[in-house]
């Protein structure tokens, strides 16, 4: 590591067409509306970035992956200036950089990092010659509307098809070509732990939120049971998983993840 430059992204995923669930959900054709797509980029302002914000580590770029129909949306907020939004998947962003490799955390527009999340994957950087990957173990799942947490674990006990988070750090040989970061980047997750070396981060670094608005794409919407999906979620966690509805709990995870206090 030492004498080599590493440039960090957070990719962020908001309405951009998502090829590698076209192979898991058969009829995903990835369309959102305007008012979906408004109120993504409100929860990211609102939430999401306050996260980022507040890393420990802040020596990172966001590319926030978009879609052209949103341009004029985005347009109209004011963004700081480390947010590249990227109506090319981040090609020519990607193909603009001279680092000695690029480090990209994927992460969707309405989930939370963890405050140490970007400086523990700076400390567990090999740097190799080949694409390294990095997961985070176990994970919190924000139920938003029902105002609890869950305690998601042992996501690893079989090689997942998602995850709310993951890294892929690629040297220069690989991500100047473009068509290499696509074939790493753009697939399920399961695919991703079955033909690399994984490395496992620490536990409950990353939050994935919950919000009614996560149900934006006609896949979703023809399921008959989205309806009641946030629900019966809720009770499959009571079953299985621990639930955290205690009011001062709650405020001690959001701290965790850059929520309540800071900037």
């Known amino acids: 590591m030492k004498n080599k430059s590493v440039t960090f992204v957070v990719s962020i995923f908001?309405?951009?067409f998502r090829p590698e669930l076209k192979k898991h959900y058969r009829n995903y054709e990835g369309s959102c509306s305007?008012?979906?797509?408004?109120?993504r980029i409100e929860f990211f302002r609102d939430w999401t970035l306050k996260s980022l914000h507040n890393q420990s580590f802040q020596d990172f770029r966001i590319f926030m992956l978009c879609s052209k129909g949103s341009k004029s949306l985005i347009d109209l907020y004011t963004w700081d200036a480390n947010i590249k939004h990227c109506y090319d998947y981040g090609k020519a962003s990607y193909e603009a950089l001279d680092t000695d490799y690029v480090s990209i955390t994927r992460l969707d527009s309405d989930d939370l990092l963890h405050r140490d999340a970007l400086k523990t994957i700076q400390e567990n950087l090999i740097l190799s010659d080949k694409v390294e990957t990095m997961f985070f173990a176990d994970y919190f799942r924000w139920l938003f509307y029902h105002d609890c947490f869950v305690c998601v674990a042992d996501p690893f006990k079989y090689p997942p098809e998602w995850s709310p988070s993951y890294t892929l750090i690629f040297p220069k040989a690989i991500y100047k070509d473009w068509e290499n970061i696509?074939?790493?980047w753009f697939v399920l997750a399961q695919e991703i732990f079955n033909n690399s070396d994984v490395k496992i981060l620490p536990s409950d670094m990353v939050c994935q939120v919950r919000i009614k608005e996560s149900t934006h794409h006609k896949i979703w919407k023809q399921d008959p049971l989205q309806k009641v999906r946030l629900e019966e979620e809720l009770q499959d966690a009571n079953k299985?998983?621990?639930?955290?509805?205690?009011?001062s709990e709650r405020v001690e995870i959001l701290k965790k993840f850059g929520i309540f206090g800071g900037k």
Do not use: A
């Open 14 to 16: 908001l309405d951009v």
């Open 34 to 39: 305007i008012e979906w797509t408004k109120n």
């Open 182 to 184: 696509r074939k790493h």
């Open 240 to 247: 299985f998983k621990r639930v955290i509805f205690s009011s």
